[in-house]
């Protein structure tokens, strides 16, 4: 990475109901530790808000503790929304999902719960990209979600 001059960011992941702890990075704290032990400049952490927000709901842990545990080894974003409950890793059908407010959603930000004031008020030395990551289904609302992540940003005095 160091060579090609670009970052290999981690991306938090999603938990699921029926296979708890399947992977380190359900953990905001444990993937702040391996980035932290692994100390190169090359390796960071896409910290994905929909993702942080359904595993401290899932496993109760302080969402905002984690966000502030990763804030010095965030390179990456990936915003969007969700209502904090989890599904299955075999529920795939995300219209059955959406109907019930459940999984993985990437909805656009302002339509859920993930308290993304609170989560980008740890960021404030934040100096990368975000992607507003939300399905095909939520096209109607790109627009929305574009002016709410603006105003979400001005309010937090973040600037890109």
Not at 49 to 77: C, E, F, M, N, W
Not at 123 to 129: C, E, K, V
Not at 134 to 147: D, G, N, V
Request: net charge negative; charged share 20%.
């Amino acid at each position: 990475a160091a060579e090609y001059g670009i970052v290999i960011a981690v991306e938090n992941a999603r938990p699921y109901l029926d296979a708890s702890n399947y992977c380190y990075a359900e953990s905001l704290e444990e993937l702040a530790l391996m980035v932290k032990n692994i100390n190169h400049k090359h390796v960071g952490i896409t910290l994905d808000t929909g993702h942080a927000y359904l595993a401290a709901s899932r496993y109760g842990y302080d969402l905002i503790a984690g966000v502030q545990a990763i804030a010095p080894y965030v390179r990456h974003i990936h915003l969007h929304d969700n209502f904090g409950r989890c599904c299955a890793s075999w529920e795939k059908k995300q219209h059955e999902l959406a109907a019930m407010g459940r999984g993985d959603m990437h909805m656009p930000i302002g339509m859920g719960n993930v308290p993304s004031e609170k989560i980008f008020a740890c960021l404030q030395h934040y100096d990368g990209s975000i992607t507003l990551e939300m399905r095909p289904r939520y096209k109607e609302h790109y627009l929305l979600a574009l002016e709410n992540a603006r105003a979400l940003l001005h309010q937090t005095a973040i600037v890109m």
